[in-house]
């Protein structure tokens, strides 16, 4: 795929690219500033206090939505069909694979902190975490669902493959040259090496197995397809159905 097609400004492209999940992991930041300024974890608490996520989140939510908005005409997606639904059937084997650990935890009756090679490998209750029964109020309640499910299955979706497999991919394989030229989808072990590395260091350790996997099924189906659009999907899939699973068995420190 070639670059995008609205979008001859390298810079700009460049920027299109990188700010959004930049961006992004700027609201993590501030949020744990605020968590350490004003968090209170006491059943007692107001949830603004309890969790400064649950406003935080939304805000991030819509910031990044739409800044995406704003450089739309710099992505090409490359969508397709065949290629879409080849991604759907990677998003629900790669998050199989990423809830594996934790539904083992419970399959095996395991209690506690995790240790040694269960450690390594994820297997934790992940129970405490977001939780929108912080609020009282049924339409607070669904509001943060809503707003959670937003910020994972479409911001996190495209602002992630966007940065990772639309730029990252590019620049790796060419920093020192014009990497816009690079064709898209490129296979390089060297653009996977740093890559996928990223993209698990960007995750909590407890996740690093899942996410090293999820990374490289990704990788392969970028490789593979030529398509963006074909790895949103993928994204999208996987973080909709990590979602439905944190709802129905209340595993909310998957998110």
């Known amino acids: 795929m070639n670059p995008p097609r609205h979008a ?9 690219h990188v700010v959004p999940l930049a961006v992004f992991m700027g609201f993590i930041l501030i949020l744990q500033l605020i968590v350490a ?22 805000i991030q ?14 992505y090409d997606f490359h969508w397709s069909w065949k290629w879409s639904a080849i991604g759907v059937l990677f998003g629900m084997v790669g998050i199989g694979l990423w809830l594996l650990p934790t539904t083992l935890y419970d399959y095996w009756h395991l209690s506690g902190e995790s240790s040694g ?3 390594l490998l994820g297997l934790e209750s992940r129970v405490d975490g977001f939780d929108p029964g912080d609020f009282q109020s049924p339409s607070a309640y669904w509001a943060a669902v809503v707003f959670r499910f937003l910020r994972a299955v479409v911001v996190v979706a495209l602002a992630e493959e966007i940065l990772w497999r639309g730029f990252m991919m590019r620049f790796v394989c060419d920093w020192e040259g014009d990497y816009w030229l ?62 439905l699973y944190i709802m129905a068995y209340g595993k909310f420190g998957l998110w």
Do not use: E
Not at 206 to 226: Q, R
């Open 117 to 119: 090679l269960y450690s």
């Open 182 to 243: 690079q064709p898209f989808g490129r296979a390089s072990w060297r653009s996977y090496a740093v890559v996928t590395g990223l993209f698990v260091i960007g995750h909590a350790p407890v996740d690093y197995a899942g996410a090293f996997v999820y990374g490289t099924l990704t990788y392969v189906l970028c490789v593979w397809s030529k398509s963006l659009g074909a790895c949103v999907v993928m994204h999208a899939v996987a973080n909709l159905l990590m979602c």
């Open 61 to 74: 939510t819509v910031t990044v939505l739409a800044l995406l908005v704003y450089y739309w005409r710099c």
């Open 37 to 58: 300024q004003i968090g209170w974890d006491h059943p007692d608490a107001p949830w603004w206090r309890k969790d400064p996520a649950h406003f935080i989140y939304p």
């Open 8 to 16: 001859k400004d390298p810079a700009l492209l460049t920027r299109a």
